[in-house]
């Protein structure tokens, strides 16, 4: 069972990154169970700062 993560950390959610994420997500799907773009963009995200505190990115 293989699963595959694509990371797509571009803003522009059109762009040539989006496109070439799409492209290997198609190709990699014939040999893996599963394949997922994750893009940063369309999310709200959290993340730690030195001090350790979670804070949240909003868009």
Same mark, same amino acid.
């Given at each position: 069972? +293989? %699963?595959?993560? @694509?990371?797509?950390?571009?803003?522009? %959610?059109?762009?040539?990154? /989006? /496109? #070439?994420? !799409?492209? *290997?997500?198609?190709?990699?799907?014939?040999?893996?169970? $599963? /394949?997922?773009? *994750?893009? *940063?963009? #369309?999310? !709200?995200?959290?993340?730690?700062?030195?001090?350790?505190? $979670? #804070? +949240? @990115? @909003? +868009?």
């Amino acid at each position: 069972m +293989k %699963k595959v993560v @694509i990371v797509n950390g571009s803003p522009r %959610k059109n762009g040539n990154t /989006a /496109a #070439l994420c !799409d492209a *290997f997500q198609d190709g990699v799907q014939s040999v893996a169970e $599963s /394949a997922e773009v *994750f893009r *940063f963009d #369309l999310n !709200d995200y959290y993340w730690c700062d030195k001090n350790r505190v $979670s #804070l +949240k @990115i @909003i +868009k």
